[in-house]
């Protein structure tokens, strides 16, 4: 069965500081990987997908994430985060079925 | 752009009673999955239907039963409820279940049981 790992739950960075947030995948056939973010109390907005192709994937909100199939990772990065993006992440890994399963969160904490 | 609906956004309900959430897919999606994220927790995965049939099954209890109809809305029903399913139940949809295809989700349906 696929799954991720998200290392960190909780990632503090202060505002204009980089964003990294780490992610891990296990799979056993070519993966299918998303990065999704949840402000309170709302819905899972989708912020990248890796499909095929190009391994940087660029998505809203000045976030990208790269895919390194030697690494196993898909870790999401902001060069310069703003007090918005201060909210839950989540990486997902979707299987043959369509369907997906998340990580545990990170929770991502921008000080002014 | 339309998105995916779901009612109740808020539900109270007691011990021992039943539910039913709603979902609206977008239009033309044929796909629908629940999820249900317990507080601080990630969405764990319950079910999915694609054209009207169960495609997958996760992790739902053999209380809760959920089908899509031919208009493609779909309907959890839980019952028997338990404190312990107090959470927020997302309903997401897609078109196709090929794997890959963005999957979108509502903003949710807050269930609490007293």
């Known amino acids: 069965a696929q799954s991720v790992t998200q290392l960190g739950s909780h990632v503090s960075v202060s505002e204009g500081a980089l964003v990294l947030l780490r992610c891990n995948y296990s799979s056993s056939v070519p993966p299918y990987l998303f990065w999704y973010v949840q402000y309170p109390n709302q819905g899972l907005q989708l912020l990248l997908k890796y499909t095929t192709g190009a391994t940087l994937v660029k998505g809203i909100n000045g976030f990208e994430a790269e895919f390194k199939k030697s690494e196993t990772s898909f870790h999401l990065t902001k060069p310069s985060a703003h007090m918005s993006d201060a909210a839950e992440y989540f990486c997902?890994?979707?299987?043959?079925?369509?369907?997906?399963?998340f990580g545990a969160g990170t929770r991502l904490t921008v000080k002014p | 752009a339309a998105g995916v609906i779901q009612s109740p956004r808020h539900l109270i309900k007691e011990k021992r009673e039943t539910a039913t959430l709603k979902c609206y897919p977008i239009?033309?999606?044929?796909?629908v999955y629940w999820y249900q994220q317990g507080p601080g927790q990630d969405p764990q995965f319950l079910i999915s239907f694609y054209e009207k049939m169960q495609s997958d099954k996760g992790s739902i209890p053999d209380r809760f039963s959920a089908q899509q109809f031919s208009d493609y809305h779909s309907e959890l029903n839980m019952s028997s409820l338990e404190l312990g399913d107090s959470a927020l139940y997302f309903c997401?949809?897609?078109?196709?279940?090929?794997?890959?295809?963005?999957?979108?989700f509502g903003e949710g349906s807050w269930l609490t049981v007293v």
């Open positions: 997902a890994v979707s299987d043959r079925d369509g369907d997906m399963r």
């Open positions: 997401a949809s897609s078109l196709g279940v090929v794997s890959g295809n963005t999957i979108y």
């Open positions: 239009p033309r999606h044929d796909t």
